[in-house]
């Protein structure tokens, strides 16, 4: 008999309650990863994300086999495929399963078939709530309601966090070594490397994360909004799929910054609040699951007639719209499956508002190329920007894309890096080069900015009041 730690996306060996409790049981343990890559293209997962999570479980079979767990790397296809393979390792001698939970609907309906069949075969499961730092259902207003405002938010989950800390589990301690006889299964395939600028090994991003909380996260407020600094974590890909936890994150930001996480706009605390950020939309998504249906937060926007037009989205996808800052932003995420968060806040207005094209497109598209994508965090960003979302901003506060350039790229350093085209032109015309005799050599601009602002508008008093 043994006990078995289903892994997704948990795929670490510290901070794990799963496996930390599993190695407690006082049974042998058995890890499972099962691939599922049909499941992941329905969810449009990313080529780089899916390679990133091969690799990942590659290197974690050695650091998991100097504990004496074989981690059992299978090649599923499809969610369906896991109760079949479960009910093989029940067989085979698992006696307890243990397991993170998941939010999104399709995992939920998975794992409940799981602890069924546990249940049924006189087994038991242990699901340990960890994705987000407090957990959905947590962080309620004082009548018992769920927050729709990230404030008032935020406000609570800060106060549990200066109540109760948070707690990260050690690396167990190496189990004694075992034999175990199981079931012939299809092996694991490799990825296809293209995640390679990204290394696997947990103590790598560990230690990313520590110099970040030690050198960086003072400064975190002055430069986190531009683009051609390194000024952010860049941590996301390894919080996605939990090669690091936000907890750990928070244990050490506490540590390296002593009050100053509880002071307010200071680099520290900035960086909280994104994490604090990444809960809230875990929990929104737990209390409002017809998002995972991609509707819209508030309804009525879901009754704007998107003209969509799909020569323009081609342009945005491919980074030709003539508008340089979009057009970097978008090969950013093209070349190498991540973008900086003020680029994801302009690339997605200009879709909706200056593009006119349905917020959904957008999300599916980032999906389907971001290394770090998450559902909570991309549909939330999207609803955000579209201004169909919580908290999210005012449709007729419109950003334009060439005074955002201005702001955040002052000398088009970052412009420059990812346009070579516009590497000549002079950093006073690089927001907007179309007026200088070398436009030639760039894409015109696909559309007038000022008129597409208006017809945002108009296309928001179809459903709402003008205010
Ligand atoms: P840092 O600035 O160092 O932040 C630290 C961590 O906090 C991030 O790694 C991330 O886990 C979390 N975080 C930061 N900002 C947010 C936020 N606004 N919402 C939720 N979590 C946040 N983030 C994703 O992880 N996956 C996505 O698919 C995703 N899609 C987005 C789509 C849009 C349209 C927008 C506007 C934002 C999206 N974000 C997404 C949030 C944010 O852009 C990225 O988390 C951030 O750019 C990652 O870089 P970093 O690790 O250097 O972040």
């Not at 004496?68 to 307890?96: C, D, F, R, T, W």
């Not at 939010?103 to 987000?132: N, P, Q």
């Not at 960086?271 to 998002?291: C, G, K, Q, T």
């Not at 995420?333 to 302009?346: A, D, E, S, V, Y």
Request: glycine content about 6%.
């Amino acid at each position: 008999a043994f006990s078995l730690v289903w892994l997704r996306n948990d795929l670490r060996v510290y901070d794990n309650q799963a496996l930390f409790e599993a190695c407690q049981s006082g049974l042998p343990v058995v890890a499972l990863f099962i691939a599922t890559p049909d499941s992941w293209q329905q969810h449009f997962m990313a080529p780089v994300k899916q390679d990133f999570i091969r690799r990942r479980v590659v290197q974690l079979q050695t650091e998991l086999a100097a504990l004496n767990i074989p981690l059992v790397a299978i090649e599923g296809s499809h969610y369906s495929a896991v109760p079949e393979l479960m009910q093989q390792l029940i067989k085979a001698g698992a006696e307890l399963l243990y397991g993170h939970t998941e939010y999104e609907l399709r995992e939920r309906a998975r794992d409940r078939k799981v602890s069924d069949i546990f249940a049924k075969a006189g087994k038991a499961c242990f699901w340990f709530d960890r994705k987000a730092v407090m957990p959905p259902g947590s962080i309620l207003s004082k009548t018992g309601g769920i927050y729709q405002i990230f404030t008032p938010f935020k406000k609570t989950w800060l106060a549990r966090l200066r109540e109760t800390g948070v707690r990260c589990f050690p690396k167990p301690k190496a189990l004694p070594e075992i034999k175990l006889q199981l079931p012939e299964f299809s092996v694991m395939q490799q990825g296809d490397g293209s995640s390679a600028a990204y290394a696997v090994d947990e103590l790598h991003a560990l230690e990313q994360m520590r110099q970040f909380c030690r050198d960086k996260a003072a400064f975190y407020q002055a430069e986190r909004d531009f683009p051609a600094l390194a000024g952010t974590s860049s941590l996301s890909a390894y919080l996605a799929i939990g090669v690091i936890s936000a907890q750990q994150c928070i244990n050490r930001l506490q540590m390296e910054a002593a009050n100053d996480w509880d002071k307010e706009k200071s680099g520290a605390a900035v960086w909280l609040s994104e994490l604090v950020w990444r809960d809230f939309y875990h929990h929104i998504l737990m209390a409002f699951p017809e998002l995972i249906k991609h509707k819209a937060f508030q309804k009525d926007t879901d009754g704007i007639v998107w003209p969509n037009d799909a020569a323009l989205f081609q342009a945005w996808c491919q980074g030709k719209t003539g508008y340089p800052i979009v057009d970097a932003a978008m090969r950013q995420l093209n070349q190498t499956g991540w973008m900086h968060n003020r680029l994801r806040m302009i690339v997605a207005s200009f879709l909706v508002k200056d593009l006119h094209i349905d917020w959904r497109w957008g999300e599916q598209y980032f999906m389907s190329k971001l290394i770090d994508g998450d559902f909570a965090a991309n549909n939330g960003g999207w609803q955000w920007a579209a201004s169909t979302g919580t908290d999210a901003a005012p449709y007729f506060r419109i950003f334009n894309p060439v005074t955002q350039s201005e702001r955040f790229d002052p000398d088009g350093v970052f412009i420059k890096r990812m346009l070579p085209e516009l590497a000549d032109i002079p950093k006073k015309q690089i927001h907007w080069p179309h007026p200088l005799p070398m436009w030639n050599e760039y894409v015109k601009p696909v559309v007038d900015h000022s008129k597409a602002r208006l017809k945002t508008l108009e296309l928001f008093h179809t459903v709402k009041k003008p205010q």
